[in-house]
């Protein structure tokens, strides 16, 4: 699909707002709508045409019931403002803040960075499975949280309304996730901090959505092959005086298996999301979403056989 063809699909647009793109759908009339048409339902989201309905057809018994239990109309219908991005934003900002503090940010880190042997109690005598995790929330310098946040802040103003809080917030664990598992199999014994895995699996999602809906994904790949060449461009350069380019990669202190991991699980938390978009598919895409999970769990218990 070209994106003259995207453009004239009318069903990648809101049908009250059609000059804005979304991807959720009502679960009653399954039309599409933008955050500002969004109402909360007992199951996903509705539009006002069948919240209208929904509400001439109930008794008065029910109509006095949502009066006394249910938030007012103005807090149910979503307000477009992208907020976990804004929340995973002020979290990892505080985490960071906490780090700088003598004395205790150095405990706090080391708490929650990712430590390959430090989530299998065989080979450390310690369970601290969190770390995969909340790697995402630490940092290493200024420069390291500001290009994450920022990076974070750019796609999730766009992202995160087009798939709704609930399955931005998953797609965002879920690539951390996939991170933090590329790393205990490909690098066990190496430290990492930072979302960036977190960060590749949005970039990797966005690709397969946009790819779905028939948009421009170019930007968005020479995003992706930059970011994940650089490290590997910076070894090559440093290799050439030091002879070694093993070496040179570790050194440069980028952690390339998380972004591969991150990436990976990105793209394929995508993939479901874009292929079960409709309501009638929700089991399905719970399924799969589990299955996913499931197998990263499996993958995770592998560096105790692999490495032993």
Known sequence: MTTDEFHRNRDNFCYRHPDRQSFVLCQRCLRTICPECQTQAAVGVICPECLAEQRAAATPAQRKAERRWSRPAAMTATSGRPTVTYSIIAVTA?????????????????????????????????????RVLTVALVHSGFWHVGLNMLALW?????????????????????????GSVAVALLAPNVPVVGAS???????????????????????????????????????????????????????????WQSHLGGLIVGAA?????????????????????????????????????LYA
């Open 94 to 130: 505080l985490v960071f803040v906490v780090t700088l503090i003598p004395g205790i940010g150095r405990v706090v880190e080391g708490y929650l960075s990712f430590y390959a042997p430090a989530i299998y109690p065989q080979i450390s005598g310690v369970f601290q499975p969190w």
């Open 154 to 178: 750019f796609i999730g103003r766009s992202l995160e309304p087009l798939l709704g809080a609930a399955r931005f917030l998953l797609l965002y664990v879920l690539s951390a996730a996939g």
């Open 197 to 255: 895995g977190a960060i590749f699996g949005l970039f990797g999602a966005l690709l397969v959505i946009g790819r779905h809906l028939g948009a421009n994904i170019r930007v968005i790949a020479i995003l992706i092959g930059v970011n994940f060449a650089l490290p590997f461009v910076l070894a090559l350069i440093s290799a050439a005086g030091t002879g070694s380019f093993a070496g040179a990669l570790s050194a440069i202190q980028i952690s």
């Open 269 to 305: 938390v995508g993939l479901i999301y874009a292929r079960t978009r409709a309501v009638r598919q929700a089991r399905l895409r719970v399924g799969l979403l589990v299955a996913l999970s499931a197998l990263l769990v499996g993958l995770l218990a592998l560096p105790p056989v």
